[in-house]
């Protein structure tokens, strides 16, 4: 009656085919990325704008928390980082005897890794994903596979950069996969995400692999995607089930997945435009040379 | 126009809103329900054309794959265009629950699609937020109602 133009069902089948066509090559093809991120610009604001609340509340809290409370968290600060310098002490030591014992075996020198500071400002808001965006995209080095990890260990790997956000998968998806090993052993296994937040899984165990509860997984850095030697997982139970080839073991993943806000992107990519570089470093699990 | 525009921004904000994963389940699909609600009231402006963007912004804003809310939100618009006339006239009851339809509808094309693509919901919870949008509608709808009149949107 209203309709103007071409009929309802006309524009349904246009719109249908355009989606049917976006979805296809979304699927399909590599450079649809850059088409997405072009586009992800466009609703960068309305991502800032979901975590205003947030950033308004901490800046809130920060400005009006007692200052008693200030100086407690200043002095359990202190106390931490001392605690800290003083492993890092030891660790020096260790890391020179470890450089000397692999001249010894003339083996290559581990790289140093480089980060970046990212700060989480969106979750996705499905509840059968789990992904977080980032305010660091390719303005700023970060590229697709990039691995990211927090304070505690490994939180997964970008999947998508725009211009100024990125996506991380997080290790806990069930698209995730990492290839670990275990700490004590050197044995080797895949950790795949469970969908469950706190939960990985770890697939094809052998039934008589050694692993045991309580055991850490680190990344194995086979595969070169994600650098050797993060904390990845706590395996939580190892069931043996008579009757099939592999253990079921779960492990749980050391990263706070839910919680992190604050997240390091290692290795980014050398940025042209220097002025506004934002906060970078040097960090590595095991190996920091003495300066 | 702006106003219109305003209540989208709003819906995406909310439905982008992160929480708990326990209310992510049961989250009224704000998005849909807006556009539900456009289409009944401005058939001539909002329609098919309108879903299909809407949806191009919860894809980009959800990271999921670049159609997928973008076909189920132009399907879901097209049919309230159908039916608008008749959900004019129905009682709050009886639209609640087409609302209830046609969001369960486009919730069924979301998981059809991520069934195809990745992995998918196991359980039929995936239809909560068509209950929850379903029982909200009623007030939803005088609130919308109330902001169409207070501006004069035509």
Same mark, same amino acid.
């Given at each position: 009656?209203?309709?103007?133009?071409?009929?309802?069902?006309?524009?349904?089948?246009?719109?249908?085919?355009?989606?049917?066509?976006?979805?296809?090559?979304?699927?399909?093809?590599?450079?649809?990325?850059?088409?997405?991120?072009?586009?992800?610009?466009?609703?960068?604001?309305?991502?800032?704008?979901?975590?205003?609340?947030?950033?308004?509340?901490?800046?809130?809290?920060?400005?009006?928390?007692?200052?008693?409370?200030?100086?407690?968290?200043?002095?359990?600060?202190?106390?931490?980082?001392?605690?800290?310098?003083?492993?890092?002490?030891?660790?020096?030591?260790?890391?020179?005897?470890?450089?000397?014992?692999?001249?010894?075996?003339?083996?290559?020198?581990?790289?140093?890794?480089?980060?970046?500071?990212?700060?989480?400002?969106?979750l996705?808001?499905?509840a059968f994903t789990h992904q977080v965006?980032?305010?660091? *995209?390719?303005?700023? *080095?970060?590229?697709? *596979?990039?691995?990211?990890?927090d304070?505690l260990g490994l939180m997964g790997?970008?999947?998508?950069?725009?211009?100024?956000?990125?996506?991380?998968?997080l290790a806990a998806d069930t698209?995730h996969?990492v290839?670990?090993?275990?700490?004590?052993?050197?044995?080797?296994?895949?950790a795949i995400g469970s969908g469950l937040i706190d939960e990985l899984t770890l697939?094809?165990?052998?039934?008589?692999?050694?692993?045991?509860e309580g055991?850490?997984l680190?990344?194995?850095?086979?595969? *070169?995607?994600?650098?050797?030697?993060?904390p990845v997982a706590e395996v939580s139970t190892?069931?043996?089930?008579?009757?099939?080839?592999?253990?079921?073991v779960s492990a749980r993943p050391l990263a706070q997945l839910e919680r992190s806000?604050?997240?390091?992107?290692?290795?980014?990519?050398?940025?042209?435009?220097?002025?506004?570089?934002?906060?970078?470093?040097?960090?590595?699990?095991?190996?920091?040379?003495?300066? | 126009?702006?106003?219109?525009?305003?209540?989208?921004?709003?819906?995406?904000?909310?439905?982008?809103?992160?929480?708990p994963d326990t209310?992510l389940?049961?989250?009224?699909?704000?998005?849909?329900?807006?556009?539900?609600?456009?289409?009944?009231?401005?058939?001539?402006?909002?329609?098919?054309?309108?879903?299909?963007?809407?949806?191009?912004?919860?894809?980009?804003?959800?990271?999921?794959?670049?159609?997928?809310?973008?076909?189920?939100?132009?399907?879901?618009?097209?049919?309230?265009?159908?039916?608008?006339?008749?959900?004019?006239?129905?009682?709050?009851?009886?639209?609640?629950?087409?609302?209830?339809?046609?969001?369960?509808?486009?919730?069924?094309?979301?998981?059809?699609?991520?069934?195809?693509?990745?992995?998918?919901?196991?359980?039929?919870?995936?239809?909560?937020?068509?209950?929850?949008?379903?029982?909200?509608?009623?007030?939803?709808?005088?609130?919308?109602?109330?902001?169409?009149?207070?501006?004069?949107?035509?």
């Amino acid at each position: 009656m209203f309709v103007k133009g071409p009929s309802l069902g006309l524009r349904l089948l246009a719109c249908l085919i355009l989606s049917l066509a976006l979805m296809f090559s979304d699927y399909r093809y590599q450079h649809m990325d850059q088409v997405r991120s072009f586009l992800t610009v466009a609703v960068t604001p309305l991502q800032w704008a979901v975590d205003l609340p947030n950033r308004l509340w901490s800046w809130g809290a920060a400005t009006f928390s007692d200052r008693n409370a200030l100086l407690e968290e200043n002095a359990l600060l202190k106390e931490q980082a001392l605690q800290l310098s003083s492993k890092n002490q030891r660790m020096a030591y260790l890391i020179a005897e470890n450089l000397r014992l692999r001249e010894l075996l003339n083996a290559k020198k581990p790289n140093k890794d480089r980060f970046l500071l990212g700060e989480v400002i969106g979750l996705d808001a499905d509840a059968f994903t789990h992904q977080v965006l980032v305010n660091r *995209g390719r303005r700023d *080095g970060v590229y697709e *596979g990039q691995a990211v990890v927090d304070a505690l260990g490994l939180m997964g790997q970008v999947v998508s950069v725009s211009t100024y956000t990125s996506r991380v998968l997080l290790a806990a998806d069930t698209a995730h996969a990492v290839p670990v090993l275990i700490n004590r052993n050197g044995f080797r296994v895949i950790a795949i995400g469970s969908g469950l937040i706190d939960e990985l899984t770890l697939s094809h165990v052998p039934d008589t692999a050694d692993i045991r509860e309580g055991d850490l997984l680190v990344t194995s850095g086979l595969a *070169g995607r994600f650098p050797k030697g993060y904390p990845v997982a706590e395996v939580s139970t190892v069931r043996h089930e008579p009757g099939k080839p592999f253990a079921t073991v779960s492990a749980r993943p050391l990263a706070q997945l839910e919680r992190s806000r604050y997240v390091l992107m290692l290795n980014p990519l050398d940025v042209i435009d220097n002025t506004n570089l934002p906060v970078t470093g040097s960090a590595s699990p095991e190996t920091r040379e003495q300066e | 126009m702006f106003v219109i525009l305003l209540t989208f921004v709003f819906a995406l904000l909310l439905a982008a809103m992160p929480l708990p994963d326990t209310f992510l389940w049961i989250q009224p699909e704000w998005v849909t329900m807006v556009l539900i609600y456009w289409c009944i009231a401005l058939p001539h402006r909002i329609g098919v054309l309108a879903g299909f963007f809407l949806g191009l912004c919860m894809d980009l804003l959800d990271g999921s794959l670049l159609g997928q809310n973008a076909m189920a939100m132009s399907v879901i618009a097209y049919v309230a265009l159908l039916l608008y006339q008749r959900m004019r006239n129905y009682g709050a009851l009886q639209q609640a629950l087409m609302v209830g339809l046609l969001i369960s509808i486009s919730l069924l094309i979301f998981q059809w699609i991520q069934n195809l693509t990745s992995v998918a919901a196991d359980t039929l919870a995936f239809l909560l937020p068509a209950i929850t949008s379903m029982l909200l509608w009623p007030w939803f709808f005088i609130g919308m109602r109330t902001i169409r009149r207070r501006f004069q949107i035509h």
